[in-house]
T-cell receptor, first 112, second 111 residues
Framework: DVKVTQSSRYLVKRTGEKVFLECVQD?????MFWYRQDPGLGLRLIYF???????EKGDIPEGYSVSREKKERFSLILESASTNQTSMYLC???????????FGEGSRLTVL | QKEVEQDPGPLSVPEGAIVSLNCTYS??????FMWYRQYSRKGPELLMY????GNKEDGRFTAQVDKSSKYISLFIRDSQPSDSATYLC???????????FGSGTKLNVKP
């Protein structure tokens, strides 16, 4: 079975702090994604990566950056957390064009 | 107009009922269709993946795709309280790394 692992399930941070969310997949997938999920707004794409060191902005990249130094690992960085970044963050991976998309368990971030 | 429309529910059914969940879409280029189950405070779990019109069955779940009507369905037979969750549909276009999601339908199966 494909496994997408997000390192932190629940985080509480203060406004202005730098936040790292880590994601690892074990199926050698080329593509990895970061989404946020909010009630009434559904899933929104923040960034995705189609190869090591390659990234593309999604629909809501402002306030976020990403890093993909190894194929299996994709990190989401909040340089200076703000309260409007309180959300559920979901990492996902897929094998390529037309492939299935698999999600991690999610990281629920609260910014105070 | 959203690319993928899904009734948010909630949908409440008695245990043992057949459940029908649906999504409509506007882009005829969509070729790959997925259904996810998401429990509260968890990530979406992939239930079904199809890439053609017709039916695909897996246990109590059947996914149906009608490309001519731009309509997909997920049927759950003999529904159980453990099926209570939010169900998301998703679709994608070949050659694009983008997935389009419905807003999710919340299902409650009463014992």
């Amino acid at each position: 079975d494909v496994k997408v692992t997000q390192s932190s399930r629940y985080l509480v941070k203060r406004t202005g702090e730098k936040v790292f969310l880590e994601c690892v997949q074990d199926m050698d997938h080329e593509n990895m994604f970061w989404y946020r999920q909010d009630p009434g707004l559904g899933l929104r794409l923040i960034y995705f990566s189609y190869d090591v060191k390659m990234k593309e902005k999604g629909d809501i990249p402002e306030g976020y950056s990403v890093s993909r130094e190894k194929k299996e690992r994709f990190s989401l960085i909040l340089e200076s957390a703000s309260t409007n970044q309180t959300s559920m963050y979901l990492c996902a991976s897929s094998s390529g064009l037309g492939g299935e998309l698999f999600f991690g368990e999610g990281s629920r971030l609260t910014v105070l | 107009q959203k690319e993928v429309e899904q009734d948010p529910g909630p949908l409440s059914v008695p245990e043992g009922a057949i459940v029908s969940l649906n999504c409509t879409y506007s882009n005829s280029a969509f070729q790959y269709f997925m259904w996810y189950r998401q429990y509260s405070r968890k990530g979406p779990e992939l239930l079904m993946y199809t890439y053609s019109s017709g039916n695909k069955e897996d246990g109590r779940f059947t996914a149906q795709v009608d490309k001519s009507s731009k309509y997909i369905s997920l049927f759950i037979r003999d529904s159980q309280p453990s099926d209570s969750a939010t169900y998301l549909c998703a679709m994608s276009i070949y050659n694009f790394n983008k997935f389009y999601f419905g807003s999710g339908t919340k299902l409650n199966v009463k014992p």
